[in-house]
């Protein structure tokens, strides 16, 4: 791997569905990109985590998977030529003396350096990593997982799926048509997901056990059963072919939290322009706090055109914050 240093007049820490979108807001401003994920692949949590799971938040898609958004994020994010670096965390930012050719120089993990006038962090929950089922690590990669793979692999197939939120009760909800049985087992009295998706899996040949927990599972080689246990005691064992854990993720900022930001809790303090409290660095997405913040994925691709357009108007004095219409820049950038 080449850790040559890099030099853009942006560097978007973070390649998630905001970030992606800052990327192309940054082409419509003719500013030169580096876009940098930790992850191996763009697309941050929704693909990582999410790449079958329908989305209903985006403007214009009622329905759209997580993959099917990525692709079409990536596409655009091109409008920026951006250079990618994936697979590297960022991990120290610093301010370059006066007089230096960027403001900003920051060092990835592997050492290598991207200097930039301008920083927008589109981190999302930061780094992550899904809360473990203890009693089904033994059979971890052999028929349990912790997200929900590619739905031809639940044909046919005895599945459980454990956890009672909005990823679990839809990944069931993806599940059920396709598998031979599915059993959702949660630890709590009711489910909390969203009240339509739960009447939706109600519906369906579902079987639901509540306030229970999978307290084992068995099979020599690949998963064959799982002991559940409720919590007046009684236990049953169900045969399954397939589990999924879908128990949240824990979260933190990393390195970024040594940045200088204000926080609170693990979100970055922004004010209406997408700015921290660094000078120059920006954040926007599920990483930032302000008054009202929504954090749904339509208001982080706002966030991102407001900090771009906010950043393109700090590094060129004398220009507008608001650019013109997207289609105006389209057409003149193809007349260039």
Do not use: C
């Amino acid at each position: 791997m080449s850790t040559a240093d890099l030099d853009a007049d942006v560097l978007i820490v973070g390649a998630g569905p905001s970030g992606l979108f800052a990327s192309y807001y940054a082409g419509l401003r003719e500013l030169s990109v580096v876009l940098l994920d930790s992850l191996p692949e763009p697309g941050g949590q929704l693909m990582a985590l999410y790449p079958q799971k329908p989305v209903y938040d985006v403007a214009g898609l009622p329905e759209v998977t997580g993959a099917a958004l990525t692709e079409a994020l990536v596409t655009q994010a091109e409008v920026a030529a951006p250079t990618w670096v994936l697979g590297e965390q960022a991990t120290t930012l610093d301010r370059n003396p006066a007089g230096g050719e960027r403001r900003f120089t920051v060092t990835t993990g592997s050492g290598r350096r991207v200097h930039a006038d301008g920083v927008v962090v589109a981190a999302g929950i930061g780094s992550f990593r899904p809360r473990r089922l203890d009693a089904a690590e033994p059979h971890l990669g052999r028929g349990v997982s912790y997200s929900l793979g590619d739905l031809t692999d639940y044909h046919a197939r005895d599945v459980v799926i454990v956890g009672g939120g909005d990823s679990a009760v839809d990944w069931s909800l993806m599940v059920a048509p396709v598998a031979r049985s599915l059993t959702v087992v949660h630890r709590r009295r009711t489910l909390r997901a969203h009240a339509r998706s739960v009447s939706r899996l109600q519906q369906t040949d579902a079987r639901i056990i509540l306030d229970a927990d999978v307290v084992a599972t068995h099979g020599a080689g690949r998963l064959e059963a799982v002991t559940v246990r409720r919590r007046d005691g009684d236990e049953q064992q169900l045969p399954t072919d397939a589990l999924i854990a879908a128990l949240g993720h824990t979260a933190d900022l990393g390195p970024l939290a040594s940045w200088g930001f204000e926080l609170t809790g693990r979100q970055i303090v922004v004010d209406e322009r997408m700015s921290t409290t660094v000078p120059g660095v920006y954040a926007i997405g599920d990483v930032t706090a302000h008054p009202g913040k929504v954090r749904i994925m339509a208001v982080g691709f706002g966030e991102a055109a407001t900090a771009i357009n906010n950043l393109a108007a700090a590094l060129r004095p004398g220009e507008a914050v608001f650019p013109g219409h997207s289609t105006e820049l389209m057409d003149a950038a193809r007349i260039a």
